[in-house]
């Protein structure tokens, strides 16, 4: 059974700083992993898609990474902006077929 | 970009009574559409597989006759809570993905945020 973890829960930084939000999961057999932010109240907004075969993706400020057969995935967010605060979420898409979610990433960026 | 289309995105009913919630795909077709449901502080539970023309899959403990998924068409996806109780209340969103097997990722609706009195 996939199990997707996410360290930490909960990170407050000041503006300005790069961070970096982690994600494990359990099962290697994925197709592909995927990054989606939260704000309170809202649906998800997708911010990056890593397929499987893929080791990294880009997009602004935003850069996730997969190493497969560790089961891991970090996205790295720089020069943070009060604007970043949200919750960040890591979901894979197994061979099960369902995208398995992990418990988030509530991140504060302070002014 | 792919979209998806939640509605309503509030509702309250009275215990008892049963809602219905709408997920469309609005520029895709989708054969399967996944809903979750989220409390609080809380990351998504995936409650269910829709399936266009056939019946949902349900992940253990949803139950079936509470939560009542209907695939239409490959544009539109419907939970209805029926009996609904006040520990029904929670965030209910759903997803599709543009291509098989998620190889497109996924888009998720903007949620329904239900609240049984």
């Known amino acids: 059974k996939q199990e997707v973890t996410q360290i930490p829960a909960a990170l407050s930084v000041p503006e300005g700083e790069n961070l970096v939000l982690n994600c494990s999961f359990t099962?290697?057999?994925?197709?592909?992993l995927q990054w989606f932010r939260q704000d309170p109240g809202k649906g998800l907004t997708s911010l990056l898609l890593i397929q499987s075969s893929q080791r990294e993706q880009t997009s602004g400020r935003l850069n996730a990474s997969l190493d497969k057969s560790s089961g891991r995935s970090t996205l790295y967010i720089a020069a943070s902006q009060p604007g970043d605060s949200a919750t960040y979420l890591c979901?894979?898409?197994?061979?099960?077929?369902?995208?398995?979610f992990g418990q988030g990433t509530e991140l504060s960026v302070k002014p | 970009g792919a979209v998806v289309s939640q509605h309503p995105s509030r509702v309250i009913c009275k215990s008892g009574t049963s809602v219905k919630i709408e997920c469309r795909s609005l520029d895709f077709q989708a054969t399967t559409m996944f809903w979750y449901r989220q409390f609080p502080k809380q990351s998504l539970m995936l409650m269910a597989t829709?399936?266009?023309?056939?019946?949902?899959?349900?992940e253990q403990g949803v139950e079936k006759d509470k939560f009542l998924i209907n695939h239409a068409s490959l544009t539109l996806s419907t939970l209805t809570v029926t009996s609904a109780h006040p520990e029904d209340s929670s965030f209910y969103i759903c997803?599709?993905?543009?291509?098989?097997?998620?190889?497109?990722?996924?888009?998720f609706g903007s949620g329904t945020r239900l609240t049984v009195v």
């Open positions: 829709s399936n266009e023309g056939s019946k949902a899959t349900y």
């Open positions: 997803s599709a993905s543009t291509q098989g097997q998620g190889a497109g990722g996924y888009t």
């Open positions: 979901a894979v898409f197994s061979q099960g077929g369902k995208l398995i």
């Open positions: 099962d290697s057999a994925i197709y592909n």
